[in-house]
């Protein structure tokens, strides 16, 4: 029996093409190792982040032309690991060098859940793999310590040149808020001058270390404080909640305009609030109206990324400290944010892709 080669098997490989960036993977150097021990075959393939929601399409979409190109091939592995892409941004390189993408979450109005959002997606990111932070921009009701559970005051880590803030942790997820620097019970009453400028801090003067995704919660609204915030972020892009009711829906349009204004990409709509199923009889009411957040992404050409139900349990998780996809991982809800989380990762991804020039290097093992 011939033996079996590594050209044969990156051959194969090259039947088989990324789902979302429309490319094979040997193109998009993602065949990271190639081991062949008589007729039996081990793959690495590296995906562009560990909450891809394709990795099973894709894993079996290897061994399926492994098996249809190589019919002597015995035992085919393929394994799975991720390193996420990174937005080339020079001003965000310059400012956050170890973090990779930047996402704001953002809502054209208040109380549509956009904070809960926000945290249940950082979490969500964490659990699947990612090296993730969220930094609380919503100057003006920083809500998120209370989410996450932590109370304590971030300390100063110093070295021989600089003094910088240590982020706080927990969930998984590295956090910093105005809400740790201030007292609960004092109002802050900032210009949009000073909120840019605290912010810009918590960018430059936080030692947040290496990182796949750091997330912003905005303040809610599209005037002036949350563009000054816009233009002061180097963004990778934005997600925007809403809910299903219609005025809603046309602050929800005012926020994409904001960020169409800055040339920031949206990576796709949330609905929040979707709908509520009752508990003793299971029967779904659609409280806020229907389908509006994905009619809306519809007519604007964007990604629609998920619906969250009405829940209470999602409700008492943020005033418990512990969010629905860490304390309820099991739960319909949990799985729901972690299909919106993977979506984002989705999205990020190809956008990087869409500013990436990939050079194929394959590091392949013996044969």
């Known amino acids: 029996m011939p033996k079996i080669t590594v050209e044969e098997v990156l051959y194969a490989l090259r039947k088989v093409e990324d789902p979302d960036l429309h490319k094979d993977l040997v193109t998009l150097n993602m065949v990271k190792d190639i081991k062949i021990n008589g007729a039996d075959i081990n793959v690495l393939i590296e995906l562009t982040t560990p909450s891809c929601p394709l990795k099973d399409k894709i894993q079996s979409d290897c061994v399926d032309s492994i098996k249809k190109e190589i ?48 945290v249940n997606l950082a979490v969500a990111l964490a659990k699947d793999g990612a090296k ?7 100057i003006y009701g920083p809500s998120i310590p209370l989410m996450l559970g932590i109370n304590e005051k971030p300390q100063i880590f110093q070295d021989t040149i600089t003094s910088k803030m240590m982020p706080l942790e927990n969930y998984g997820i590295k956090l910093m808020s105005i809400g740790f620097l201030v007292d609960d019970n004092q109002p802050i009453i900032w210009r949009g001058p000073m909120a840019s400028g605290a912010i ?10 290496e990182l796949d995704y750091l997330v912003f919660d905005l303040p809610p609204g599209t005037g002036d404080i949350q563009l000054t915030l816009v233009q002061t ?135």
């Open 200 to 209: 810009k801090q918590f960018m430059s003067d936080v030692n947040w270390g």
């Open 132 to 138: 993730v932070g969220l930094l609380d921009a919503d």
């Open 71 to 118: 019919p002597s091939a015995g035992k085919i592995t393929v394994s799975m690991t991720s390193k996420v892409t990174s937005n080339k941004n020079e001003i965000k390189d310059a400012i956050l060098p170890y973090v990779k993408n930047t996402i704001a979450v953002a809502s054209g109005k208040g109380g549509v859940g956009k904070s809960t959002v926000a």
């Open 233 to 367: 972020i180097p963004l990778t892009g934005a997600v925007i909640v809403t809910t299903p009711q219609e005025v809603s829906l046309i602050d929800a349009r005012k926020g994409l305009s904001m960020f169409a204004k800055v040339n920031v990409p949206v990576f796709g709509i949330v609905e929040n609030m979707s709908y509520f199923i009752a508990p003793d009889t299971g029967k779904k009411y659609d409280i806020f109206g229907s389908g509006g957040g994905e009619k809306l992404a519809r007519k604007l050409g964007i990604t629609f990324l998920g619906e969250i139900p009405i829940d209470p349990r999602i409700r008492e998780g943020g005033d418990k400290g512990k969010p629905i996809v860490y304390d309820l991982p099991d739960s319909e809800q949990s799985d729901i944010i972690m299909s919106i989380a993977r979506n984002l990762a989705r999205q990020i991804s190809i956008t990087n892709d869409k500013f990436t020039t990939t050079k194929v290097e394959i590091s392949l093992g013996d044969n």
